[in-house]
């Protein structure tokens, strides 16, 4: 992050769950909590109003759902989406499937370790993304095979109000704008369409690296597979994001199984 401090929103129902969360990400230097929420409607309201670099949400929160908390602030039709990670203890395909369809770019389990709580922050913030190992595969290989990969359920989408509520201008409140979405992904946050054929054709070395972060490998099991160095990977995993016009590394995999590139 360039030392950067990268601001969260915590937002679960129990208070010992946000306790045990900002005691540990509180603790990192390069991380600050900057609000909590005990229900998805303030999870909403605040993390519009704060912007912050991440929303770590829970998925079953009173008044609104964190799927739908999720899709309001980072699904298809957000003009300025914010980044949504998922906590849970709930190890469901269909959570874990409509969480990333609404535009959560990480879906993690709440008896994971810090280390990797962290990590997935950190990732979330760089513009990548993290799911929880023990579903990764699983979750992509099932929607490959068309048991959740068809067009969602009706709620996973849609809805015609404005995510951007009373923000304004859409600047955080030390006045820095957030990324902007390419013009393509903005396109397909529009219409809520899946990612489609590339703009350009990925390179052979491209989709090698496609299809290991398909397997769920990390960056760094990635530069030991192709006998590369670390930021080549970033660099190949980085044109195959812009031809793909994908949101973050999830959408990628995603597309691998549902093109066929992990079959084999």
Not at 168 to 181: E, H, K
Not at 198 to 219: I, Y
Request: with cysteine; proline share 6%; charged share 25%.
């Amino acid at each position: 992050m360039g030392g950067m401090t990268i601001r969260l929103l915590i937002a679960d129902d129990q208070e010992m769950v946000r306790s045990a969360f900002r005691m540990i990400l509180d603790t990192q230097p390069d991380m600050e909590v900057v609000a909590e929420a005990a229900d998805g409607v303030a999870a909403v309201e605040q993390a519009r109003r704060l912007r912050p670099d991440v929303s770590l949400l829970d998925i079953r929160m009173p008044g609104l759902d964190g799927l739908e908390a999720t899709r309001l602030l980072a699904g298809p039709g957000v003009a300025d989406p914010l980044t949504v990670l998922i906590a849970t203890t709930f190890d469901l395909d269909e959570y874990v499937y409509r969480a990333l369809r609404n535009g959560a770019c990480g879906f993690l389990l709440k008896d994971g370790s810090p280390a990797l709580l962290t990590e997935a922050v950190r990732a979330a913030a760089a513009g990548d993304a993290m799911i929880a190992p023990s579903v990764t595969v699983r979750l992509l290989a099932k929607m490959a095979r068309g048991g959740s990969a068809g067009s969602g359920d009706p709620g996973d989408s849609g809805g015609s109000a404005d995510p951007r509520g009373s923000r304004g201008s859409g600047r955080r409140d030390d006045g820095t704008a957030p990324p902007q979405p390419s013009a393509a992904r903005r396109r397909r946050q529009r219409s809520g369409t899946r990612l489609g054929a590339p703009a350009e054709p990925l390179t052979p070395r491209e989709l090698d690296v496609v299809r290991l972060v398909a397997r769920g490998l990390t960056n760094d099991e990635l530069a030991d597979e192709l006998y590369v160095t670390l930021s080549t990977v970033k660099t190949h995993l980085a044109n195959a994001q812009r031809k793909l016009a994908a949101r973050n590394r999830v959408e990628i995999a995603a597309w691998a199984w549902e093109n066929g590139l992990c079959s084999g």
